[in-house]
């Protein structure tokens, strides 16, 4: 039954709902969540002081749209194929992908990317998803478990006598602010696409 505190994600509105199809559908869906995070990472949109990457857009709306569950296992399948060498994350060729480019400088915001996406799921599941403010409320939370373990790791790998704020933060603010408002007008846009169709 669904309740206050318990919703229904984008990504269970349609389709099959139980037995071999919903398994088929959450198979595909997997496969089309990890294909949006590969894509979503080579986009580099012009921006000041940085190029905006859509890496955090994807992971955060992935994690509303799909719940904790289904998300957790999409990010992970994305985060195993980047361990196995395949080029799914930012930047190209060999040196973007592979165990010692995730245990590299990037590897605090990619553990943070699992946890996020957990985050927006259950955020999703209580209805964060539906109105523009909670969006923007959940965003930002996510952005805040990204960034702290990403942090927390240049930190340990470069020594916290290193401006890791300047490496791994201030920079990327005004892109994330822009994905956030993004994010907090796209996913209840959505919800209420959705209520047309239903109506």
């Keep these: 039954m669904t309740t206050a505190t318990h919703r229904n994600v984008l990504a269970e ?9 919903l398994r088929l ?58 361990a196995l060498g395949l080029n799914v994350f930012a930047g190209s060729g060999a040196e973007s992908s592979g165990i010692a480019y995730m245990m590299g400088g990037t590897g605090g915001y990619l553990a943070g990317y699992v946890a996020a996406t957990v ?20 965003m930002l939370l ?22 890791i704020l300047q490496w791994g933060l201030t920079p990327f603010l005004v892109g994330d602010a822009l994905k956030l408002a993004l994010a907090a007008v796209l996913l209840p846009a959505a919800w209420k696409l959705v209520g047309r169709a239903r109506g």
């Design 142 to 163: 996510g952005n805040v478990l990204i960034y702290v373990p990403g942090l927390i790791w240049l930190g340990m790998l470069y020594g916290w006598d290193q401006p």
């Design 13 to 21: 509105t349609f389709g099959a709902t139980e037995g071999a199809g």
């Design 25 to 82: 559908k959450q198979a595909a869906l997997v496969v089309l969540g990890i294909a949006f995070l590969a894509a979503a990472a080579k986009i580099r949109v012009p921006m000041w002081p940085v190029p905006i990457t859509m890496g955090t857009f994807a992971v955060l709306t992935l994690g509303a749209a799909y719940g904790a569950r289904l998300g957790l296992v999409t990010i992970l399948g994305y985060m195993a194929l980047g």
């Design 119 to 138: 985050l927006l799921g259950a955020l999703a599941r209580r209805g964060w998803d539906r109105s523009a403010p909670k969006m923007a409320g959940a």
